[in-house]
């Protein structure tokens, strides 16, 4: 009798029918909320297309309701979209997804096309990206949403991608844990130790073809900047970028060489000034 008294009493308790206790132990399964996932709209396919992540994840399918890869490790990699689907995510917007597979077939899933930038081919060592200055003259202050830092992030990732091939993988390795927030000044990394690591690689590179790259690369890096900068760090700087002008357009790839690492050291220098 008493061990029955002893189990009703602990049964009454796990179903909360003791008065002044409430205890939960079991919760029925029905009574979970349900993990609300994107829905499908539409699939279209592709023609094959090589694109280069930028950020953000790809998924395991388009209900987004898994990870399967971070885009920030694989920077370097060219993917090929193959096909889109049209979801509702979860907070009711729409938005387009690719299906992307590595050149290797070792990395695929779903990522927002807006994370994604068409692979470019380049057939001329000087020609210029498509960056734009997107700067203000003088020393504006950054908005709170970080909206310049992003910008400048999206488009030295885009400029670095000119770069000499052997030389881009160790500059894109920086971007993997850049943030908006510290996007000049950081104690990890920041653009301006991504424009000193282009300094190194010019310095680095015997190859003429390669060093001319860099260079361009590094001269573009400073058509982002320019004019941002306090009006004799501006001037400094618009020397050297005239310098690198005058050594692309001669013979010597070591005259290139220097005069690219000089502006890539005088610019880290400026960009890291830029969020203080």
Not at 128 to 150: E, H, I, R
């Amino acid at each position: 009798m008493k061990s029955k008294l002893i189990y009703s009493a602990i049964l009454a308790m796990t179903l909360g029918t003791v008065p002044g206790i409430s205890v939960s132990t079991f919760t029925s399964p029905n009574a979970l909320a349900k993990t609300k996932l994107a829905r499908v709209i539409s699939y279209k396919k592709l023609s094959k297309t090589p694109y280069n992540v930028n950020k953000g994840y790809l998924y395991t399918n388009p209900r987004l309701n898994k990870k399967a890869h971070r885009a920030a490790n694989y920077l370097s990699w060219t993917f090929y979209a193959t096909e889109s689907a049209k979801v509702k995510k979860a907070n009711g917007k729409e938005a387009t997804y690719y299906y992307l597979k590595s050149g290797n077939n070792k990395v695929k899933g779903w990522i927002w096309k807006g994370n994604l930038s068409k692979v470019v081919v380049s057939t001329n060592n000087n020609t210029n990206n498509n960056t734009s200055n997107s700067g203000s003259s003088g020393t504006t202050q950054p908005t709170n949403d970080y909206a310049q830092q992003k910008s400048d992030i999206s488009n030295m990732l885009s400029i670095v991608r000119t770069m000499y091939s052997q030389d881009q993988d160790d500059v894109l390795a920086d971007f993997k844990d850049i943030t908006p927030k510290e996007a000049y000044d950081s104690s990890d990394n920041d653009l301006s130790e991504v424009i000193s690591d282009m300094g190194y690689a010019v310095d680095d590179q015997d190859n003429d073809n390669g060093v001319r790259m860099d260079a361009q690369a590094i001269q573009n890096a400073y058509q982002l900047f320019a004019n941002r900068f306090p009006s004799l760090t501006s001037i400094k700087l618009a020397a050297l970028s005239s310098r690198l002008s005058d050594t692309l357009s001669g013979k010597s790839s070591d005259d290139v060489s220097e005069a690219a690492s000089n502006l890539a050291d005088e610019l880290s220098d400026a960009v890291l000034n830029l969020q203080s």
